[in-house]
């Protein structure tokens, strides 16, 4: 706890929202909105759990609904070289990532491993990149075994490679949100 107070009779307690601990005010004073938690109105929180939930706001306001409108790319399994023109999306649910195109792959998020976004464009300086792909490394349900599929925004289809890439930076800041997630 980040408490700056010991409780006693005279001090106020409050507990976050989020984590349920107990912190004097001062350490518990922001405000913040919780809907994934069905609060409706902003509600006290502490300033981790304050960082945190604004965060996901901000991902839930803009990242999701890219994520589920979906982009084309260009997915190899590991088992193949050949590559296959699909169409990526999150589940209405949020629980799968969906792969349409000949074949069909459905790829349960709490089971991804690892999300390494490709990038191209690096100059020693610190110049400029944009991503332009993905390599996933996820567990088949019932499976200890790790697979690895590799996503590719294709150069041929200009007017969907903006939409790739800003697919591929949203599905970066989901991974780093779940890694963050994990962590608490």
């Known amino acids: 706890m980040y408490t700056h ?3 006693n009779s005279s001090c106020i307690s409050h507990h ?3 984590c349920g601990k107990c912190f004097c005010d001062k350490c518990c004073s922001k405000k913040v909105p919780l809907p994934r938690m069905c609060f409706v109105d902003p509600v006290r ?3 981790e759990c304050a960082l945190v939930s604004q965060k996901e706001t901000e991902f839930y306001d803009k990242q999701l609904k890219v994520l589920m409108n979906g982009a084309t790319f260009y997915v190899t399994p590991e088992t193949s070289e050949k590559a296959e023109m699909m169409v990526c999306r999150l589940s209405n649910n949020q629980r799968y990532l969906f792969l349409d195109g ?3 792959y459905e790829i349960e998020i709490a089971q991804i491993s690892t999300v390494q976004i490709l990038t191209e464009g690096f100059t020693p300086g610190g110049g400029n990149t944009r991503a332009t792909g993905m390599l996933l490394q996820y567990k088949k349900p019932g ?3 790790l697979k ?3 996503f590719t925004a294709g150069e041929d289809f200009n007017s969907n490679k903006k939409l790739s890439a800003t697919w591929l930076a949203a599905m970066h800041k989901a991974a780093k949100l779940l890694y963050e997630s994990r962590d608490q």
């Open 45 to 47: 929180q502490c300033a």
């Open 5 to 7: 107070t010991i409780f």
């Open 16 to 18: 976050c929202r989020r």
């Open 102 to 104: 000949e074949s069909h």
């Open 143 to 145: 499976s200890e075994e």
């Open 148 to 150: 690895q599929i590799k």
